[in-house]
Nanobody
């Protein structure tokens, strides 16, 4: 129903910042909880952050609290992940996801690479 495309990844020095974008098409995201996940080399995909349909409820994995901010612009059909104070351990492929039911994550993007050098 909805297609997701991530962008904004790249190479950054430790301590730097990046903003990832997830552009949705095929359906509006106003009734979807949106999330970000990441997968580091040799590891499983893990949850990073999520945001409620209205934007009022935000959840983060402990390791990114205070550094990352998830936001959404339903009018633009886009969700963002602002990443500050990046660390080498943040290096991963970052994926955008969506769910209309607050259960299983139904839709996924193809990912964007984030590399943080020491």
């Amino acid at each position: 129903q909805v297609q997701l495309v991530e962008s904004g990844g790249g190479l950054v020095q430790a301590g730097g910042s990046l903003r990832l974008s997830c552009a949705a098409s095929g359906s509006t995201i106003s009734n979807y909880r949106m999330g970000w996940f990441r997968q580091a080399p040799g590891k499983e995909r893990r949850f990073v952050a999520s945001i409620s349909t209205s934007g009022g409820g935000r959840t983060y994995v402990e390791s990114v609290k205070g550094r990352f901010t998830i936001s959404r612009d339903n009018a633009k059909n886009t969700v963002y992940l602002q990443m500050n104070s990046l660390k080498p351990e943040d290096t991963a492929v970052y994926y955008c996801a969506a769910t209309p039911r607050d259960t299983i994550w139904d839709y996924w993007g193809q990912g964007t690479q984030v590399t943080v050098s020491s």
